[in-house]
């Protein structure tokens, strides 16, 4: 888009950025994984009717991934830098006058970065009433892919997992390597429902958590169904919203 098509857009037009990862996936898949998937998820949803509602920006591939750093490479901002990476991006988009700020994550390690950036900007425009500042990851919205297919035994997302290893196998299956040959490597529950602050080797030798053998492109297809589908159910929500409740 040109700089005058963006200026003429309504400012309650919601701004999506989406933000991923480049970090290791296990011995099986490739580094770029997360930020593939959310690609396609992204993909999905601006193929609904939501195409021309939403300001979608590039997805930002970059991301706090420092407890994936002794597998070579993966390349991460460190957790401030990443905040202030993502606050700048939101305040951009603030000033060019737009009220509705949507992150849309694809990587677990971005989940707090990403919550705290939107929490600090809220504090800095305290003065602001007509903001709507949101983040939220695509695979925590309330779809369950293992209730769409039976066949599906993971029942929470893992990291180059049986979930993850299916949607690679349904858009690039080329870069899965021997995946059924891939070790399971159990959730653990760690100090649940305490937090214990972790490095990936603390969970995992060869990189990935959960269960990729069970993996297939028919699975994968359905994971993108559902998790795209409740993306687009968000955003709507994000459209929807009345430019002053708390509750929407």
Not at 31 to 43: K, W, Y
């Amino acid at each position: 888009m040109t700089w005058p098509r963006v200026a003429a857009l309504s400012k309650d037009t919601p701004v999506v950025i989406p933000i991923a990862a480049l970090e290791q996936h296990g011995r099986h898949m490739p580094v770029f994984t997360d930020s593939m998937l959310l690609g396609e998820v992204m993909r999905r949803v601006k193929e609904t009717a939501l195409a021309e509602r939403v300001l979608y920006t590039p997805l930002m591939w970059l991301g706090n991934s420092h407890h994936h750093l002794d597998f070579p490479g993966t390349l991460s901002a460190s957790p401030r830098v990443y905040m202030d990476l993502l606050i700048d991006l939101a305040e951009n988009m603030i000033f060019h006058g737009f009220r509705r700020i949507a992150f849309i994550n694809g990587h677990g390690g971005n989940i707090v970065p990403g919550q705290q950036a939107l929490f600090e900007l809220r504090q800095k425009l305290r003065a602001r009433h007509d903001l709507l500042l949101v983040s939220t990851t695509y695979w925590t919205l309330g779809g369950k892919p293992h209730e769409a297919d039976p066949a599906i035994k993971q029942t929470q997302m893992g990291h180059a997992c049986e979930w993850e290893t299916s949607m690679m196998l349904r858009i690039a299956p080329h870069l899965v390597i021997d995946h059924t040959k891939a070790p399971a490597v159990p959730f653990g529950t760690g100090f649940d429902p305490a937090h214990r602050a972790w490095i990936t080797k603390d969970r995992t030798e060869p990189g990935h958590i959960g269960d990729p053998r069970h993996a297939t492109a028919e699975k994968g297809e359905t994971i993108f169904r559902v998790f795209s589908a409740d993306v687009v159910k968000f955003l709507e929500r994000v459209i929807a919203w009345d430019g002053k409740t708390w509750d929407a």
